[in-house]
């Protein structure tokens, strides 16, 4: 066996060459991440969708049935004030659960167990958690006030001081 073995380096070389190579593609998620798109839970689903339509400076992942988005808000110069900034990351964080629920395919996001949404700036981290039906029924809501009340009342914020 071991002579026929050596009668073709070209193969026992080409054979390893690809063994190293699907251990540094698994190493680094490339499988994984695409084992995760097949597996069709009804994050990836709204994920997909999502993702075509995010800005840059948002990220956005499932974990499980969970969806997670980041993003880097940038704070005007001009506002030096940290309530005035405290203010306008919230205007932000209620602006960017809206953009969800309207960009999510509704079947999906309603089946999504929690929605947790980081907005990460200069001065101040603020995090919101949320479960997918919560969203879904911020997309009928148009008065400020009924969509204020009903942030206050579905959505958990943590802030954190930087």
């Not at 995760?36 to 956005?60: D, F, M």
């Not at 949320?130 to 008065?143: I, K, P, Q, W, Y």
Request: glycine content about 2%.
């Amino acid at each position: 066996m071991s002579q026929k073995l050596l009668k073709y380096p070209l193969a026992i070389m080409a054979i390893l060459f690809s063994y190293l190579l699907f251990i540094y593609f698994d190493k680094n998620g490339i499988f994984s991440r695409r084992r995760q798109l097949l597996e069709g839970t009804p994050c990836i689903a709204a994920l997909v969708k999502l993702e075509l339509k995010i800005p840059e400076n948002w990220s956005a992942n499932c974990d499980k049935n969970h969806l997670l988005v980041e993003v880097e808000e940038k704070i005007p110069p001009t506002i030096t004030d940290p309530a005035k900034i405290k203010i306008l990351l919230y205007r932000e964080m209620a602006n960017h659960l809206s953009f969800i629920a309207k960009n999510s395919p509704v079947a999906n996001l309603e089946n999504i167990s929690s929605v947790l949404v980081k907005l990460n700036s200069e001065n101040l981290n603020i995090e919101a958690l949320t479960t997918g039906d919560s969203l879904v029924n911020l997309t009928t809501l148009n008065s400020p006030e009924i969509i204020r009340e009903h942030l206050k009342n579905t959505v958990k914020v943590k802030e954190t001081p930087k």
